[in-house]
């Protein structure tokens, strides 16, 4: 699975936009980019995911670019509930396997008031 | 609430001790994963379970035993742990065999080695 590459933070103030950024400059056409988040010693959460269409959800939007090299996810107004740990995650997926998510450091977000 | 639930929250014990942690799924998956997260660092993958069956061992020490006995419940026997292996333990599920596969994450349990 391609790498990906994140900031290692963010801060973001309260009611704004959050703009994440993801590099995947090694994205294979097979490769969907995924999106998850972890707030202080909770599990993972997952947000949302897409190959190359832009995708909205009630949590997020992502934007991948035309060349699917990187992308950003957007959290439309922020909440003191978003400071959590975004992480970026690219993998392919075979409906007859359980597929790989490998986890990086992902960029810590912090919303402030 | 993501439908897996692990018990117990947290977990103190002795180096000489045996302990279990517990997830169960009840979202119909049929695949489920230990993780473990130690301080600082990325979550590391340490076993998979895709229908019952063991198929992924990332080089995870023998004093961690996992445990199988249906799609919905998966177990970690833990026995002669050392200090360094604190750390929250996560389990997650999936379906194999949807087009996405996203995995489903439970609150983890907050283990501390004395």
């Known amino acids: 699975d391609a790498k990906t590459t994140q900031p290692p933070s963010m801060d973001c103030a309260e009611g704004r936009a959050a703009n994440l950024p993801c590099n995947h400059s090694t994205i294979s056409g097979n490769e969907y980019v995924y999106w998850y988040r972890q707030i202080h010693s909770q599990g993972p959460q997952y947000i949302i995911h897409?190959?190359?269409n832009n995708e909205t959800n009630e949590m997020a939007s992502l934007i991948i670019t035309e060349d699917r090299k990187s992308s950003t996810l957007i959290l439309p107004h922020a909440t003191l509930r978003d400071t959590a740990v975004y992480y970026c995650i690219v993998r392919v997926v075979a409906t007859d396997s359980w597929g790989k998510f490998q986890f990086g450091a992902g960029t810590q977000v912090v919303v402030t008031p | 609430e993501t439908g897996v639930t692990q018990t117990p929250r947290h977990l103190v014990m002795g180096m000489t001790n045996k302990k279990s942690l517990k997830c169960e799924q009840h979202?119909?998956?049929?695949?489920m994963y230990w993780y473990k997260q130690s301080a600082k660092k990325p979550l590391e993958l340490m076993f998979v379970?895709?229908?019952?069956?063991?198929?992924e061992n990332n080089s995870v020490p023998s004093r961690f035993s996992p445990e199988c006995p249906n799609s919905s419940h998966l177990f970690l026997h833990l026995h002669t742990l050392q200090p360094e292996d604190s750390a929250l333990y996560l389990c997650?599920?999936?379906?194999?065999?949807?087009?996405?596969?996203?995995?489903?994450f439970g609150p983890g349990t907050r283990l501390t080695v004395l």
């Open positions: 379970y895709n229908f019952k069956e063991q198929t």
């Open positions: 897409g190959l190359k």
């Open positions: 979202l119909g998956h049929n695949a």
């Open positions: 997650a599920s999936s379906h194999v065999g949807s087009s996405y596969n996203e995995q489903f």
